[in-house]
């Protein structure tokens, strides 16, 4: 991902349900930053919600944790979602990445050994204006 004008934050996101409230928080500050309505933001939001929650689903404290970068780079807002082990069976990641299907623009799908990587992309129209 590259460097923004508004910076970049990198997450590591353990199974525990009360980090939940932190990704949200990200991904709306973000979509903020990048112009989008209140309404888009929720919408963002809330597949981001849906996809910790199928990630995390019955996975124990012990399960490894999912790394997440998320920024505004030129004329987008951009998300980068790593998941390790037990999270990264095909199966779960294809689920996951049709919960963002339709949300966003575009959705990639990597797989290197035991790692997924989600690619994100939300284009911004060209009338919505950084703050």
């Known amino acids: 991902m590259e460097q923004t004008e508004t910076g970049k ?3 590591t996101v353990s199974s525990d349900p009360r980090l ?5 928080a990200a991904v709306s500050h973000f979509g903020e930053v990048a112009g989008l309505d209140e ?3 929720a919408n963002l939001v809330a597949a981001f919600e849906d996809c910790f929650r199928e990630v995390f689903g019955a996975a124990s404290r012990n399960s490894k944790p999912v790394q997440m970068t998320i920024g505004v780079p030129s004329g987008k807002i951009e998300a ?6 037990e999270h ?11 919960l963002f299907a339709g949300k966003l623009d575009s959705v990639r799908l990597e797989t290197s050994g035991d790692s997924i990587r989600l690619s994100l992309v939300k284009n911004l129209s060209p009338s919505r204006k950084k703050r």
């Open 80 to 85: 980068v979602l790593t998941f390790h082990g």
């Open 9 to 11: 934050l990198e997450l």
């Open 88 to 98: 990264a069976r095909p199966e779960k990641a294809e689920k996951v990445r049709t």
């Open 20 to 24: 939940l409230a932190g990704v949200s």
């Open 39 to 41: 309404s888009a933001r």
